[in-house]
């Protein structure tokens, strides 16, 4: 009896789950994080198929995946046998199929693949000259329509002469006569349009169905299928009239083309009600102004009886979808700095679905996520939490309930602290400021921290309660993390993103100092040991920061503008600014321009400042980076440029980037702290 209990204890042992002591988040971890993107859910509400991506250590890029699971979390499994990246899965009208993009081993892009669910067979059914972008099916699953870049004659001047035989000559240079002619993340722009395609689901050769050499952005089909309404902006200034676009409708055949919406300012987002009888869409009335609210509309299917859908959020309203019944939409929106899935009645009638939406911004805590819904108004989507990255939730109509938790193995044996909402008073007008603290592994209340301030970019943008790597290997080195809302950001209202029209940087500075005050109060942050950084608009406010206080150790300024005059006439959105940021063009007002610029406030630094930039970076080029770091070069202020090679405005798109962007900040600040 004694033995068969000693071999029950040692049975018991073997077989009991093994506690191993949590460590804390470390840069290496970072190639450890994967996430959900884009869910899909089948018609019937059985199965989910998503983008699994994760982390490559030996390619240092992402790997995406389709992977499929049942709503009530079983049969998790990888979709295809191929090792190419996959996305944009879509399900077909009757549930029996799946359209995707696969990438190939040639370089004309991606193709459509389809994937036969009871067969678990696929095939390519395309040979694209490009990538296909935006697949949908067709209502009667006959086709698939997307969009296509297409090709356009390039600009040439001159014909060079006749080079001899096997001589090798430089490259002919690259001409353009484009306002817009590159783009940050990827370069110089080829000259073309996007066009709308349709190939029929069963392969074949694609269709081109616009014509007008004009960009054709998202589309949604007709109820019948012979026809596709889509955004565009057909007007003969359409270069300079950038920011307004219209809603259009064209049959598949390339005739019956139509313009349903005529304003100043943009119409997008299209969504064709379940009876045809209806299109939803968003926009707003352009007020000239730095941030508007989008808004939800309709009209009828032939662009009569417009109206705007008054859901009283005062939030910006994007991806909606019909109810399956044609009584409302569902849409996103960020409240807060939380994203949420909400819904309205066509009276306007709104209530809230579902909250952390997001998880798939990896890096600093952004929104973003999608969701998408069945036949029955069953939803899927990105959940996010400080906590983890996004894994896949399912509304079944009354409750959520998390799917996957795709980070278990790591992130289940990892101290990340404790992330906690804080709201205060502006000291400026007392309006109340929102932010988070990010506390570290085994933090004490009884001692003090140094803090770290952690900017947002944008500044039409938020962080909010969402997983952020860099956020975690801040606090993982013993450091208080304080990231906040100042004015000018977004899911507070239309009134409150746009008080930084014609100001700025003005009050969120204040904010910000503000915050830091409050944090000083609770007790636990060594007042003598604060730093400060941010990317983007957060490198603009630290640069400011630091021209107007001394009170910070060091600081880190990342990818900054420096100067709105060289910005305004150098970057790759150059266009962009004038009258919306501050009154007309930069020659024409050099005194408000140069006034927020922060190198007017060089003169005034003297904190430690450490200059960071991405070599490709069209968006802050790193010519803005270079005015801080010579300037203080010159005045023999203590700082370093750091230039991270190949690096667009995204520094750290890649993994390696991500830790080194950190590993630089974190270098600088230990150096300055007592």
């Known amino acids: 009896m004694l033995m068969k209990n000693y071999l029950l204890l040692i049975l018991f042992i073997f077989l009991a789950p093994i506690a191993f002591p949590q460590t804390r988040f470390s840069n290496l971890d970072v190639f450890e994080i994967q996430y959900a993107k884009d869910p899909q859910i089948a018609p019937d509400n059985s199965r989910i198929v998503y983008v699994r991506t994760k982390m490559d250590i030996m390619t240092d890029g992402k790997t995406s995946a389709l992977w499929m699971i049942n709503t009530d979390g079983k049969e998790h499994q ?42 678990k067979q696929y095939s390519v059914i395309s040979q694209l000259k490009q990538t296909p972008k935006n697949i949908q099916w067709s209502p009667d699953g006959t086709y698939i329509g997307f969009t296509m870049f297409v090709e356009d ?72 299928s012979k026809k596709m309404i889509f955004t565009s902006n057909y007007s003969e200034n359409w270069e300079y009239d950038y920011r307004n676009s219209e809603i259009y409708s064209i049959a598949i055949d390339g005739s019956s083309f139509k313009q349903l919406t005529d304003r100043n300012g943009p119409d997008r987002g299209v969504a064709v009600s379940p009876d045809g009888r209806t299109i939803a869409y968003t926009g707003y ?54 994203g949420k899935i909400g819904y309205t009645a066509l009276s306007g009638k709104t209530k809230k679905i579902a909250d952390n939406l997001g998880g798939t911004s990896i890096g600093r805590p952004y929104g973003g996520g999608s969701y998408s819904m069945s036949k029955t108004g069953r939803i899927v989507y990105t959940m996010t939490t400080p906590y983890h990255p996004a894994d896949i939730a399912f509304f079944d109509g009354r409750k959520v309930q998390r799917v996957t938790n795709l980070n278990y193995d790591l992130l289940s044996n990892r101290d990340l602290g404790k992330i906690e909402e804080i709201w205060y008073r502006s000291s400026f007008d007392g309006r109340k400021i929102q932010g988070w603290i990010a506390k570290p592994p085994g933090f004490d209340k009884n001692k003090t921290y140094p803090l770290i301030v952690e900017n947002h970019g944008g500044p039409v943008s938020n962080y909010g309660d969402r997983f952020s790597p860099e956020i975690l290997l801040y606090s993982a080195s013993d450091y208080v993390v304080f990231y906040p809302n100042p004015r000018g950001s977004t899911s507070y209202g239309e009134e409150f993103g746009n008080l930084l029209y014609r100001n700025y940087p003005g009050e969120d500075y204040q904010d910000v100092m503000d915050g830091v005050d409050e944090l000083i109060q609770l007790g636990y ?23 107007k206080t001394k009170r910070f150790k060091a600081a880190a ?48 630094i003297e904190t430690p400042t450490m200059v960071m930039v991405g070599t490709y970076d069209l968006r802050t080029p790193p010519s803005e980076a270079k005015q801080l770091y010579h300037a203080l070069k010159i005045r023999k202020i203590e700082t370093v440029y750091v230039e991270v090679p190949e690096a667009y405005h995204g520094i750290s798109s890649k993994p390696s980037q991500l830790i080194t962007k950190i590993d630089h900040i974190l270098y600088w600040f230990n150096k300055y702290k007592e």
């Open 78 to 119: 990888k979709v295809t046998s191929n090792t190419s990246n996959e996305s944009s899965p879509r399900w077909s009208p009757d549930g029996k199929r799946i359209a995707f993009v696969s990438s190939t081993d040639d370089e004309n892009g991606s193709e459509i693949y389809i994937y036969w669910v009871d067969t």
């Open 153 to 224: 004659d390039v600009l040439r001047l001159v014909s060079a002469p006749e080079k001899p035989e096997n001589a090798t000559w430089a490259p002919a240079p690259r001409i353009t006569d484009r306002l817009k002619h590159e783009a940050d993340g990827s370069g110089y722009m080829e000259k073309g349009f996007n066009h709308l395609f349709v190939i029929s689901a069963e392969g074949g050769t694609p269709v081109q169905v616009s014509s007008k050499r004009y960009n054709h952005q998202g589309f949604d089909w007709s109820k019948d």
């Open 285 to 338: 009335d352009d007020q000239v102004q730095t941030y508007q609210v989008t808004k939800l509309y309709v009209m009828n299917a032939n662009g009569l009886n417009k109206r705007e859908i008054k859901t009283n959020l005062d939030r910006s309203i994007s991806s909606i979808k019909w109810a399956p019944d044609g009584k409302g939409l569902y849409f996103k929106y960020d409240n807060y700095g939380n």
């Open 525 to 547: 942050i060594d007042q003598n040991n604060l730093f400060v950084t941010g990317g983007s608009a957060g490198g603009i406010m630290t640069a400011w920061i630091v021209g």
């Open 557 to 604: 300024v990342i990818k900054p503008v420096m100067n709105w005059i060289s910005k305004t006439l150098v970057a790759d959105n150059y266009f962009n600014y004038a009258n919306y940021r501050y009154k007309g063009q930069p020659w024409e007002n050099f005194e408000e321009y140069w006034k927020f610029s922060p190198i007017s406030l060089v003169g005034n």
